[in-house]
């Protein structure tokens, strides 16, 4: 199953020196089980940014991504997530490139509370020096929900 949905984005500040933001947005999801109790989804996201700066208007960003769920048991699951991002910040002549990738484990107790824990990693290459990075983040954590 799947849906996607195509437009178009158009932000005009009242500040005159900033352009108005605006593109094509494309969002949509795709999911396929090939087997019981694993699905595997591809998605495309479009977000549009305002900046907080004075000298630029702000930024579109699109998204790809690749992600499976395995369910090992009726309470246990693996998920695995990669994904990479095109950031055009209008106004100037930066853009950035993401690449991100995430696996993650869940043990649910009980309906209501579940232990996780995920690592990801993202690298951020843009063409303004400043704003090249690189992170690994680590989290485990308690999940209670109603």
């Keep these: ?35 019981r109790n694993t699905t595997v989804s591809a998605t495309v996201q479009t977000s549009v940014n305002g900046s907080v700066g004075t000298e630029e208007s702000g930024s579109i960003a699109y998204t790809i991504g690749l992600g499976a769920v395995r369910n090992l048991r009726p309470n246990l699951s693996l998920q695995g997530r990669i994904l990479s991002s095109w950031r055009d910040f209008t106004g100037s002549d930066r853009h950035d490139h993401t690449l991100q990738a995430e696996i993650e484990a869940e043990w649910r107790l009980n309906r209501s509370v579940a232990l996780f824990g995920s690592l990801g990693h993202e690298v951020v290459d843009s063409t303004d020096a400043n704003s090249n990075y690189q992170a690994t983040t680590g989290l485990i954590g308690l999940r209670l929900q109603r």
């Excluded at 996607?4 to 947005?25: C, N, Q, R």
């Design 1 to 35: 199953n799947g849906e996607l949905a195509i437009g178009y984005a158009h932000e005009k500040f009242s500040d005159a020196s900033l352009a108005a933001l605006s593109g094509l947005t494309v969002d949509g999801t795709w999911n396929w089980s090939p087997q």
